[in-house]
């Protein structure tokens, strides 16, 4: 979820032409078709962080040859283009699609379907691990659950409201956990004051249903893996 936040461009795409990086510009430019657009402006061209010949000068260059399926997230730069790198969050699209996959395509599919079009700079971290560890056994229909967290300006929650949950009662034992959970943030390219945000500041957050595979048990998480 955090990368839909911070991201001003989502999108399921194909890669259709890539071009030679212009002197020594970092970035190369890649013409691509637009299968589903989920936040920003239709356009027919992104500019990615790397060398068009794929080799990799630094840790951050990303290459994709043509005909590459991918979920995109990308942040506008200067000129109003879109651009990204290796940190931006992409996801290459195989078929038939993983299940990760599938559910995230679900999840961005009901975020456009609800007209929900968040953008936030502001980075907001929580340890949630341990607290979730009582959820581990749960067998459950839906694979993600969303909640928008109104924050006061010390950091503290004001309020949690559910945008879709799991089931009632578990969504409930969720919202405690996310009120009283001690929370930092980064914001970004403002200063990195990890205590203070504006007050009523927003916070759309994810948690993920993992079925049971094998000997290990089903459990809710965080992370989108």
């Known amino acids: 979820m955090e990368k839909y936040i911070q991201s001003d461009f989502v999108?399921?795409?194909?890669?259709?032409?890539?071009?030679?990086?212009?002197?020594?510009?970092?970035?190369?430019k890649s013409n691509i078709v637009i299968?589903?657009?989920?936040?920003?402006?239709?356009?027919?061209s992104l500019s990615i962080y790397g060398s068009s010949d794929g080799k990799r000068r630094s840790s951050c260059d990303v290459f994709f040859e043509i005909g590459t399926e991918m979920l995109?997230?990308?942040?506008?730069?200067?000129?109003?283009?879109?651009?990204?790198?290796?940190?931006?969050?992409?996801?290459i699209l195989t078929s038939p699609r993983r299940n990760n996959q599938d559910r995230e395509l679900e999840m961005l599919d009901f975020l456009k379907q609800r007209n929900i079009i968040t953008t936030s700079k502001i980075r907001f971290g929580a340890d949630l691990g341990e607290r979730l560890a009582v959820f581990r056994g749960e067998t459950l229909r839906k694979r993600f659950a969303i909640f928008e967290i109104t924050f006061n300006g010390n950091l503290t929650v004001d309020s949690?409201?559910?945008i879709t949950g799991f089931n009632p009662a578990l969504d409930d034992k969720l919202i405690e956990i996310l009120k009283q959970s001690r929370w930092v943030s980064d914001r970004i390219g403002l200063d990195a004051n990890g205590?203070?945000?504006?007050?009523g500041s927003k916070l759309l957050f994810a948690f993920y249903y993992y079925p049971a595979e094998g000997k290990y048990p089903s459990f809710i998480g965080e992370y989108d893996v």
């Open 35 to 44: 299968h589903q657009l989920f936040k920003g402006d239709p356009v027919k």
């Open 72 to 91: 995109v997230y990308a942040r506008k730069a200067d000129g109003g283009r879109y651009i990204f790198d290796s940190c931006s969050g992409y996801v």
């Open 160 to 162: 949690v409201k559910t």
């Open 195 to 199: 205590d203070k945000v504006p007050p």
């Open 11 to 28: 999108a399921r795409i194909t890669v259709t032409q890539t071009f030679p990086n212009q002197g020594s510009a970092p970035h190369y």
